[in-house]
């Protein structure tokens, strides 16, 4: 590999990691402008609670957005911590996997009702664009999770 690729690698390694930290940054901050803009505007999703294997479903990007954005602000509070990258680039494709552990604090409208932690991994699949990394293809795979509210749900 020629010095001008490796760098390149380096490169594209750095922003997929740019690209890739906006996800939970945008969702703890409540960002919906800078989660949308990670995202291609039609994205493969497919969301694999613990207890209810799915399938994967195409949707646009502005309504997955809306209903991200629905689900997380149903919480006083959020915070995702992730780990273990392994990023890999095929020219202008990539894969990104990471570990995750999230943690939801319910709002002062439920008192007495425990954080719902939630345990996993994500698997983003970027595309370089003019735009920079876009992700066309993103799955939350939960391995587990503890004291869920009955009431949560993410309707795509």
Not at 22 to 50: C, G, H, N, Q
Not at 91 to 110: F, Q, T, V
Request: glycine residues 4%.
């Amino acid at each position: 590999m020629s010095d001008s690729a490796k760098l390149q690698l380096l490169l594209d390694r750095e922003q997929i990691r740019e690209a890739v930290y906006a996800y939970p940054v945008s969702i703890d901050t409540r960002d919906w402008k800078r989660f949308r803009s990670i995202f291609s505007d039609e994205v493969e999703v497919l969301l694999k609670m613990a207890d209810n294997p799915r399938q994967p479903q195409r949707i646009d990007a502005d309504r997955f957005t809306k209903a991200v954005q629905k689900g997380i602000e149903a919480f006083a509070a959020t915070q995702h911590l992730l780990n273990d990258y392994r990023i890999e680039v095929n020219g202008d494709e990539a894969k990104c996997l990471l570990y995750m552990y999230a943690r939801h604090i319910a709002s002062k409208n439920k008192p007495g009702r425990p954080p719902w932690d939630i345990g996993g991994y994500y698997e983003f699949h970027l595309r370089r664009t003019g735009n920079g990394w876009k992700v066309p293809k993103y799955a939350l795979i939960l391995t587990w999770e503890t004291d869920r509210p009955s009431d949560q749900r993410i309707d795509l």
